[in-house]
């Protein structure tokens, strides 16, 4: 019904920067909250940001300063820019939905998941 679609990851150099993209696709009327998290291997899944539809924005701490997410609404699209990549970002990175509401039904909606996109960060 809804999928989600993530871009941009790649291989980068130590000091880099990155942006990812992620398009939500389906019948949707509004998302709540779209997101990224990432995880790396033998490590725990982290968030790593995520911005709700009227624009409040939550951030990891490892990433404050560094990264910023931005929404665009009406294209059901989030974005991670990622600026000062340092090795310790190398992970797959997910996009998220939450509260994702579809045309003809209401609150509060269902979450849906990214395949995920690989960030390298190596010299």
């Known amino acids: 019904q809804v999928q989600l679609v993530e871009s941009g990851g790649g291989l980068v150099q130590p000091g880099g920067s990155l942006r990812l993209s992620c398009a939500a696709s389906g019948s949707i009327f509004s998302i709540y909250v779209m997101g990224w998290s990432r995880q790396a291997p033998g490590k725990q899944r982290e968030l790593v940001a995520a911005?709700?539809?009227?624009?409040?924005?939550n951030y990891a701490d490892s990433v404050k300063g560094r990264f910023t997410i931005s929404r665009d609404i009406a294209k059901h699209t989030v974005y991670l820019h990622m600026n000062t990549l340092k090795p310790e970002d190398t992970a797959v990175y997910s996009c998220n939905a939450a509260g994702t509401v579809v045309v003809g039904s209401g609150p509060p909606g269902d979450d849906y998941w990214g395949q995920g996109t690989q960030v390298t960060v190596s010299s």
């Open positions: 911005m709700t539809s009227g624009g409040s924005t």
